[in-house]
């Protein structure tokens, strides 16, 4: 008899919970396991956007985009994120076999090509691929009018010390 009152009464509190709106919970402050953003550069201001066709992603100055320039940042066990573009629903790859560009592909559950390390400066965030953490997201062309892409740069030198530059710094817009 217990039992089926407690069972009762955690019912009751499933049905209270699923009751609260949706915008209410998700107003206060970005999910815990993933948040809609656009991915900005601290140095020119373009953004990353993946306009489908090309498997490298863009790094555009300005316009309207549609949600090309959205993204899904969602946390990982590992302490990674993955990054997944609104639109095209395809996740941000490291291309560590063939060249520097950082491409966007379909997503593939436990690459870890698509698992990004996002380490907090005071001027934004540097971006790394968790398989090489050497390595960090970059803006091919700065202030380029025609547009420009996104590489992968060397974040260290020959020491050990952190080269990370005004160029590996993204932002951000929630």
């Not at 990982?76 to 629903?89: A, C, F, H, K, W």
């Not at 690459?111 to 398989?131: F, N």
Request: net charge neutral; glycine share 10%; aromatic share 8%.
């Amino acid at each position: 008899m217990k039992r089926a009152r407690w069972m009762l009464g955690a019912l009751g509190a499933l049905a209270a919970v699923s009751l609260v709106p949706a915008g209410a919970q998700a107003a206060s402050a970005p999910s815990p396991i993933g948040f809609s953003t656009e991915i900005t550069s601290a140095v020119d201001g373009s953004r990353w956007a993946d306009f489908g066709g090309d498997p490298v992603i863009k790094a555009a100055q300005f316009g309207v985009f549609g949600d090309a320039d959205k993204w899904v940042v969602s946390n990982q066990y590992d302490g990674s994120v993955t990054i997944r573009n609104q639109q095209t629903n395809r996740c941000a790859q490291a291309n560590l076999q063939w060249g520097p560009e950082v491409l966007a592909v379909p997503c593939l559950p436990g690459s870890l090509s698509q698992r990004w390390i996002v380490e907090e400066r005071a001027a934004g965030y540097v971006i790394s691929p968790r398989a090489t953490p050497d390595l960090a997201v970059s803006v091919e062309q700065p202030n380029s009018p025609a547009g420009s892409w996104l590489k992968l740069e060397p974040r260290w030198d020959l020491n050990g010390s952190s080269t990370a530059k005004s160029g590996h710094v993204f932002r951000f817009g929630i």
